[in-house]
């Protein structure tokens, strides 16, 4: 699969779905934002009807108690506390509104407005109650509330007197119809509360389970980008990073690239390997240009002398013939350059199927020839004897096909092991070949 992915397109995907997910995640967090704030929202009416509901009950509880207190005990003081939570405090009327801010469309605040003008509607008991308090207590009239001042009694209760006014005070506020009524009217503001309380309860979870679910999106976009991270991690690791370590271990090593990772590098490393094998063979061709005679294709002078100072400085047996062709330069006056040159690669092919593999045949001058036999002593000279008699031969009897005249050769050898040594092995393998020259040539001489 590696070798058919294109890390462009990996990574060009990779941005894609990047950008989308970003993209995806601010909006998320957007509706995640704003549905925050309605959960804020929320809760705060939530606490805020809480706080109203029981501001509610505290004021409606505190009226009952002041003209309860006022009808057992006489004292204006609890009439006074009852009109200052009535008329000054207000904690029902109060609550209600705070209640109509939080849902002013809701039904519930419509019924607990109902119920609180039924409540209005049953102060005129207590209204009624506090009225025979004062009449029972002597209470300057001047002082009293214009709600006390506004109440009728009856002739019969006006008749009373300030004892049984006072007792029947105490009848009106603690009878089971006053209860009663008071017992609903409390049922239909606690029902109407419950109402609303769960209206907003209901919106503040609708809320809540929105920005869960926006938490959650969230969370998911974040694995997806943890995973496309390390996706990408592991793309950059084994498609990228090992292969351009191996690429320079390979440098270092000088060899081929291997062929893995992603496509691009992978286009890479054919092209290095393509450029690599064309110069590596450009190389052993001028190598082989360099060592080569590009006639004859065996090795040239400079191969020669450094083969030669190599076997001499190692000390190891072995044996130097020079070969020359004998009368070349007629030969090659005669017939001519191309013949001449016919002639030279002969001499080289019958050389080099004479010796061995191990042997270095070279050419070291125009019809110069040496070569280096290894693992070579004197007391095997006759082997040297029968090749160069057997190329001899060879030469002797041309080929009419091959179009080149008979010819014969001159060598001198020489070896490491040789009596009475001169100054180099070279030399005393001249003077041998020399020797050769002078005393009728086709042949060969040992120093």
Not at 43 to 69: M, P, W
Not at 129 to 154: C, F, G, H, N, Y
Not at 171 to 184: D, P, R
Not at 345 to 367: E, H, M, N, P, Q
Request: with cysteine; charged share 20%; glycine share 4%.
């Amino acid at each position: 699969m590696a070798g058919k992915v294109k890390i462009r397109i990996v990574s060009n995907c990779s941005i894609v779905i990047t950008i989308i997910l970003a993209a995806l995640c601010i909006i998320i967090s957007l509706f995640g934002l704003q549905k925050y704030a309605v959960l804020c929202n929320a809760t705060q009416e939530y606490i805020s009807c809480e706080k109203a509901v029981k501001q509610l009950q505290t004021g409606s509880d505190n009226l009952t108690k002041q003209v309860r207190l006022a009808a057992m005990t006489g004292e204006q003081e609890y009439i006074d506390a009852y009109f200052e939570e009535a008329n000054v405090t207000k904690s029902r009327e109060n609550a209600i509104d705070s209640l109509t801010q939080i849902e002013s469309n809701s039904e519930a605040i419509s019924a607990l407005q109902d119920a609180l003008a039924d409540s209005v509607h049953l102060m005129q008991t207590e209204y009624y109650a506090m009225r025979l308090v004062e009449e029972a207590i002597d209470a300057d009239p001047s002082t009293w509330s214009k709600e006390l001042q506004a109440v009728i009694l009856s002739s019969e209760d006006e008749a009373l007197s300030k004892e049984n006014k006072l007792s029947r005070a105490q009848s009106l506020v603690v009878s089971i119809n006053y209860e009663n009524a008071k017992e609903e009217i409390s049922s239909e503001v606690d029902a109407s509360l419950n109402t609303l309380m769960q209206e907003i309860w209901d919106k503040q979870h609708v809320a809540a389970v929105i920005f869960s679910h926006v938490y959650r999106n969230l969370i998911v976009c974040v694995i997806i980008f943890a995973v496309i991270m390390l996706l990408t991690g592991l793309i950059m690791l084994f498609w990228i990073a090992k292969p351009l370590l191996h690429y320079n271990e390979s440098i270092k090593h000088g060899t081929i690239f291997p062929i893995h990772g992603a496509n691009e590098l992978q286009v890479l490393a054919e092209t290095y390997n393509k450029i690599y094998q064309e110069n590596e063979e450009r190389e052993l061709l001028m190598k082989r240009q360099a060592e080569h005679d590009p006639l004859t294709e065996l090795l040239n002078r400079g191969s020669f002398d450094r083969i030669l100072n190599l076997y001499e400085s190692d000390h190891n047996n072995f044996a130097l013939i020079l070969v020359d062709i004998d009368t070349f330069k007629s030969v090659n006056d005669t017939y001519g350059h191309a013949t001449g040159d016919l002639i030279l690669k002969k001499v080289a092919t019958l050389l080099r199927s004479a010796f061995r593999t191990i042997d270095y045949v070279c050419r070291i001058g125009g019809d110069e020839f040496a070569i280096i036999m290894v693992d070579m002593t004197s007391n095997l000279s006759y082997t040297i004897t029968d090749k160069i008699n057997d190329v001899n031969r060879q030469l002797a009897n041309p080929d009419p096909e091959e179009g080149v005249p008979a010819v014969s050769l001159s060598a001198g050898i020489a070896f490491t092991d040789r009596d009475n040594p001169g100054n180099s092995l070279f030399k005393d393998a001249d003077h041998a070949l020399y020797y050769t020259k002078e005393h009728g040539r086709n042949g060969c001489t040992f120093y």
